[in-house]
């Protein structure tokens, strides 16, 4: 008697083993967990990237000990990381795939985990940032765009095929470039941008739920930071605000002719200013209604900067510049309009602050360093001359 090749006992074992397999495959991509192996706190703790031993990799360091782990082991070369809330995890771009081409990861804040692509498309990634919940939001070719921790698919934030069909302003505003450098209120419902043209690059805020534009100012560079506070501070390299934000409004069919003119009128009016404050640097405080409320003239022109977390400080790098131009790290208030403090005079690439506003991290001469806001103590060297670090970011995990 032949045996049954199918019944309802084979079909059971059948439908098991895909249901396993399957199952592998998942915990596989996500790095495969272990309920008992959770992350350990990242309180107090910064993460960087360290080049060293022919690769960069993501590493962790705890300030108070000088000790470091790493995170990475790979050729991907590792950048601009950001932490989640509750720092767990680390989302940062690498090249991934056989184009080389920069994907935004996610990984654990811990060692061995696994480093894993969220986005996959041939186009160049730049500067994630998590927001709102476990939403991570990313520069790709000039547009924001979002994914999440969880997800597989990525979401077209600003500007939107759509939004530049139907919206002249829109359409005119991308005309010259896309989008250099980009920043988002907590909840990712605000987006600061800034907007290549070609004389100058436009800084404009969109805000997503009833999809208003306005213009702040211009300039050569723009650098800018979103505060707790739902205001934004915004650095002017060769520029400077607007007195008061110009909100464009899309424009009736019968009066487009009439809107483009004035709008190309607009654009040429910013280029023009930002030619005329050639050299010029200032550092501005724009509340959440986007009015100026503090402006710093700047005898030098900042590599990079960082607001505190208790919104009251910044701190402020730079690496180069103009003959009899200082270098160094500089600290100042961030409300009351006077010239920061000179911390250190060896140039500085990039800057961060600890969850307390007590410590600044920097890179310095490719060396890591620590010093306390006051800077009256040696700073703790986390690299000790080795390799060449790079990003920055401190841990917001509080202590337990």
């Known amino acids: 008697m032949r045996p049954k090749i199918f019944t309802f006992r084979n079909f059971l074992l059948a439908l098991m083993a895909v249901g396993t397999f399957g199952g592998l495959a998942y915990w596989g991509s996500k790095g495969f967990p272990l309920p008992f192996a959770a992350v350990p706190s990242t309180a107090g703790k910064l993460a960087f990237t360290w080049e060293k031993d022919g690769q960069t990799d993501i590493y962790l360091a705890d300030p108070k000990t000088g000790a470091t782990e790493r995170?990475?082991?790979?050729?991907?070369?590792?950048?601009?990381?950001?932490?989640?809330?509750?720092?767990q995890h680390l989302t940062f771009t690498a090249e991934r795939g056989e184009s080389s081409v920069r994907q935004v990861c996610l990984t654990e804040a811990a060692p061995g985990?696994?480093?894993?692509a969220l986005t996959t498309t041939q186009s160049t990634k730049e500067f994630p940032q998590f927001r709102g919940e476990g939403k991570i939001f990313f520069l790709d070719s000039g547009k924001v765009g979002s994914t999440a921790k969880d997800a597989s698919d990525t979401d077209a934030i600003f500007p939107t095929v759509e939004g530049k069909r139907d919206d002249l302003n829109l359409e005119m505003l991308f005309a010259e470039g896309g989008i250099s450098q980009f920043a988002t209120s907590k909840d990712g419902e605000i987006i600061l941008a800034a907007v290549k043209q070609e004389r100058t690059q436009i800084l404009a805020v969109y805000l997503k739920q009833d999809k208003t534009l306005a213009l702040?100012?211009?300039?050569?560079?723009?650098k800018f930071q979103a505060l707790s506070d739902g205001s934004f501070v915004v650095l002017f390299n060769g520029g400077s605000p607007l007195k008061e934000a110009i909100q464009l409004?899309?424009?009736?069919?019968?009066?487009?002719?009439?809107?483009?003119?004035?709008?190309?009128?607009?654009?040429?009016?910013?280029?023009?200013?930002?030619?005329a404050m050639e050299g010029q640097s200032f550092l501005v405080h724009f509340d959440s209604g986007f009015k100026p409320s503090g402006v710093v003239p700047l005898p030098f022109a900042p590599t990079s900067f960082s607001v505190a977390p208790n919104n009251q400080l910044v701190a402020i790098a730079v690496a180069d510049g103009p003959a009899g131009t200082p270098t160094g790290l500089f600290v100042g208030s961030l409300s009351q309009q006077e010239q920061p403090q000179r911390l250190t005079e060896t140039p500085v690439t990039s800057v961060g602050w600890s969850p307390d506003s007590g410590s600044l991290a920097y890179v310095s001469g490719g060396e890591l360093l620590v010093i306390p806001t006051g800077g009256a103590e040696t700073p703790t060297n986390l690299t000790k001359g080795v390799g060449k670090a790079g990003s920055l970011v401190w841990s917001p995990a509080k202590a337990k």
Do not use: T
Request: aromatic letters at 4%; proline letters at 4%; glycine letters at 10%.
């Open 71 to 87: 995170l990475s082991n790979d050729k991907a070369r590792e950048a601009e990381l950001d932490f989640s809330q509750d720092g």
């Open 113 to 116: 985990r696994k480093l894993i």
């Open 216 to 222: 702040l100012g211009s300039a050569h560079e723009l």
């Open 249 to 275: 409004q899309p424009p009736a069919e019968d009066k487009k002719d009439e809107a483009r003119g004035a709008l190309g009128g607009l654009f040429k009016m910013l280029a023009d200013q930002s030619e």
